[in-house]
């Protein structure tokens, strides 16, 4: 029978209480006393000279406080980027600098150029129609490919070129690849598109900074995935803020995706101008406002080949990306379409030679950094899809040309400098199989062309590396910041505990999961644990929540601060049982004596830990209170095999999904509901990426696809009801809880699936379609049956 409480229970959330009752406290929620509203008055074209700034008219209009510009921002450090890349020739990338507000140039729509503060909103955007500007516009530069071109405009006239860099990896296995292609059976040759993505959480980004005189202290708060990130970088980079008077609170997130990890001109500004006026700044971000502000996701284009030999092995594979920063660097985008995409070119197969060589460029675009998987499905959809055409070069079935390949034994070094603890990929393909029913499809496939459809299968198998690790392997790769974690777990008087976590909880289910492990740890129930989050000055220094990491690398850290309480309260409870500490046992929240019948409650030791009557303490302080950092060793690596049943409708060329399978391996699970949740999250946006969603931009740098309107976000008709199975488990070897992640899987393994299935269900219709780059639309679709 299921489990009720504890690892592998699936009690309800209990974080769902507020915000279904509409109790939840969101940034937006915040308002203070004294409180004025800031209006960004951004540029509405992508690259131009700001020759004057002429805020005269404006600063004089009803409730106008200040208005600040670029001016203002003389001697403040810009934004940091928090990973440096080393290109292929070991010269560090171009790294230009990111003003909080533009100075000299605008360089992508949306740039902000001033900032109006008022009373109001209504009078902050009212005053930002008076302010005249004069900006000499430039040619803009949007393709990749044509940025790199001598005579193309530069976005960074400090910089040589729009070049961020030119990075290989692995460098050293260029000329083995190559010669591995020259002597391939079979060479399979891909040329595809990530589409360029806009994440749009449900609720938009909000910052409110208030300065406190009686004690020089700023808090921020703000919708951040990260908050002692957001502390960090800010303080030391940009304002000059000592930490011990800057605090970052990140109440309730609704929604992140991997846009809200990062420290954004909006959040430095509140902070600053609080400081000026003496009084709180709040800015609340627009729908239409968060398209060019927000930070998007993917945009790259590779060509990817595969090299086979007569038995169909791989032998290699060589990749050449352009992938696009936009027009600054955001904080991790440059570790995105290097580290985390290249060490997964080798997925889950035993290809013995890999080279990938990526190409950064920016262009006058908002800026692109970490979405939903950052560099892993970049990685999985071209080399999916790339499987997948050689198949059908071959003639050969799909799952069995990959079944061929699979890695099979474990611990697996990758060609591209990781190790795979475990995994099992025959396991999940044959689950897959089982729970997609594969044996039917033939007979779905007829009943569909009785109805003038046409049906497609796509199948595909990812790898991730998630929560990142370890710090000291990071730092060499040029992250500027460690990516351990760390909890705190104090015990009261009365037993009930309060955990403070370095991990954010922004839909996660954070506040129900985290107490299920310690109440298995200790035995007692989930109620009486309590987990504290996202204020840095209630919990330890943390690096915050994003690629998958959360349980994996915060949550062994609130094991390992466990086992410290628990160790220490079995020394108090040895002394109220006068017997050996070593013959003292923890079980169902009752301490006892190892083959005896003497024991004591946990609330008999956790009171005796504040009341200490009963044992010397010069042995033994009181409390009962323990902090523990963990940085992971390795990487998890959870994988997974998908199935994707379309049909085509030849005559529009509209695709609907009529089955979805996704069979995973996430190791140990402790809440089997949640993790399906998550899944089925994932699932949707790279079902939105794969058929729905694109950013676009014309040739002069505006941005088409700037609201709801234009942009296509997948609604409940377009998915379907998914088949998720999470029974495969091979559990991690290096952390304490056996766990590895599970919140990106499914973008990553959708968007492959969903783009095989449609080729496949144009090869029933006798429509041989190399590739159809995302979105795929009707239109799109329709074109290449045409065609």
């Known amino acids: 029978m299921p489990k009720d409480h504890g690892i592998g229970a699936s009690p309800k959330r209990r974080e769902d209480v507020r915000f279904l009752t509409g109790k939840g406290q969101y940034t937006d929620d915040i308002n203070l006393h004294g409180q004025t509203y800031v209006h960004f008055l951004r540029s509405d074209v992508a690259h131009g000279i700001i020759k004057s700034v002429d805020t005269s008219a404006a600063e004089n209009m009803p409730g106008v406080v200040r208005i600040f510009t670029g001016a203002d921002f003389e001697g403040v450090g810009g934004l940091p980027c928090g990973w440096q890349i080393t290109d292929r020739h070991g010269q560090p990338m171009q790294e230009p600098g990111h003003p909080v507000l533009a100075r000299g140039k605008v360089r992508h729509v949306g740039d902000p150029i001033a900032a109006i503060i008022a009373e109001t909103k209504e009078q902050a955007r009212d005053a930002a129609e008076a302010i005249e500007l004069d900006i000499e516009e430039l040619p803009a530069v949007v393709d990749m490919v044509s940025a790199l071109a001598p005579d193309a405009p530069k976005v960074h006239d400090e910089l040589t070129s729009n070049l961020c860099y030119d990075w290989g990896f692995v460098e050293e296995n260029k000329a083995a690849v190559d010669e591995a292609f020259e002597k391939a059976a079979h060479v399979t040759t891909l040329e595809l598109i990530n589409n360029r993505l806009v994440a749009n959480p449900m609720e938009p980004r909000v910052a409110v900074g208030d300065y406190n005189q009686a004690n020089d202290e700023s808090t921020l708060y703000t919708t951040s995935q990260n908050p002692h990130v957001i502390r960090l970088l800010m ?74 030999d007569a038995d169909n092995n791989f032998m290699a594979i060589r990749t050449d990306t352009y992938a696009n920063m936009g027009a600054y660097l955001s904080t991790f985008a440059p570790s995105v379409p290097t580290w985390l995409h290249g060490t997964l070119m080798a997925g889950n197969y035993k290809t013995p030679l890999i080279y990938v060589n990526v190409k950064a460029v920016f262009t006058n675009t908002v800026p692109v950094d970490a979405y939903r998987g950052a560099g892993r499905p970049e990685a999985t959809f071209q ?47 044959d689950r897959m199989e089982e729970i997609m029913d594969l044996s039917g499809f033939e007979a779905r496939r007829k009943a569909s062309e009785a109805k003038g459809k046409w049906r497609g299968l796509g199948v595909n198998c990812y790898i991730e590396a998630c929560g990142i690790a370890p710090s000291n392997l990071v730092g060499q790769l040029g992250a500027r910041a460690g990516l351990y974690d760390a909890a705190t777990v104090r015990v009261n008087a009365t037993g009930s505990i309060s955990v403070m976590v370095g991990a954010h909880s922004h839909g996660q289910g954070h506040e129900t999961t985290f107490p299920q492990v ?152 402790v809440n089997p509901m949640i993790v399906e949740g998550q899944v089925h999250g994932g699932i949707a946006q790279g079902i939105g990426q794969a058929l729905l969603e694109a950013a676009v931009y014309d040739e002069n740098g505006q941005l088409q696809s700037a609201s709801y309107m234009d942009y296509a976000m997948p609604r409940a008709d377009d998915v379907p009801f998914y088949i998720v199975d999470h029974s495969c488990c091979t559990p991690c070897t290096h952390n304490p809880l056996g766990v590895k992640g599970c919140g990106e899987a499914g973008a990553i393994g959708s968007p492959p699936a969903v783009v095989n299935a449609v080729i496949d269900a144009l090869a029933s219709g006798g429509k041989n379609v190399p590739h159809i780059d995302m979105p795929l639309t009707p239109h799109r679709v329709w074109k290449a049956i045409n065609q």
């Open 518 to 669: 310690i109440a298995e740890m200790i035995g007692i129930d989930e109620s009486q644990v309590d987990i504290v989050h996202g204020d840095s000055s209630k919990i330890p220094f943390g690096m915050g929540t994003y690629g998958s990491r959360s349980l994996a690398v915060c949550g062994s850290a609130m094991v390992r601060a466990a086992e410290k309480v628990i160790r220490k309260a079995k020394k108090i409870a040895a002394h109220l049982l006068e017997a050996s500490e070593a013959d003292i046992e923890l079980k169902d929240g009752k301490f006892s004596v190892a083959g005896t019948d003497k024991e004591c409650a946990w609330g008999d030791v956790t009171l005796a830990a504040y009341v200490p009557h009963n044992y010397p303490l010069e042995d033994i302080e009181p409390g009962l209170e323990e902090t523990a950092f963990y940085d992971p060793s390795n990487f998890t690596y959870p994988s997974g095999a998908y199935a994707c049943e379309v049909e085509v409708d030849p005559e529009t060329g509209k695709v609907t999904i009529e089955k979805f399978a996704a069979a995973d391996d996430f190791g140990n699970v």
């Open 383 to 429: 080399l999916e899809r790339l499987v997948d055409k050689a198949a059908r070069e071959l003639g050969v079935d799909p799952i069995a040309l990959r079944r061929q390949n699979f890695i099979t034994q474990f611990p697996y070094a990758t060609p591209v400098a990781v190790e795979y603890d475990t995994g099992d990929y025959i396991a999940t393909m």
């Open 235 to 308: 303080g030391a980079f940009v304002l000059g803020i000592p930490e011990h008077k800057l605090r970052v609170v990140a109440p309730d997130v609704g929604g992140g995706f991997g846009t809200k990890i990062f420290h954004y001109a909006e959040e430095a500004f509140v902070t600053f101008a609080s400081r000026q006026i003496r009084r709180p700044v709040k800015w609340t971000s627009t729908r239409s406002e968060a398209f060019m502000s927000d930070a998007h996701g993917r945009d790259h284009k590779t060509k990817i080949e595969l090299a086979l």
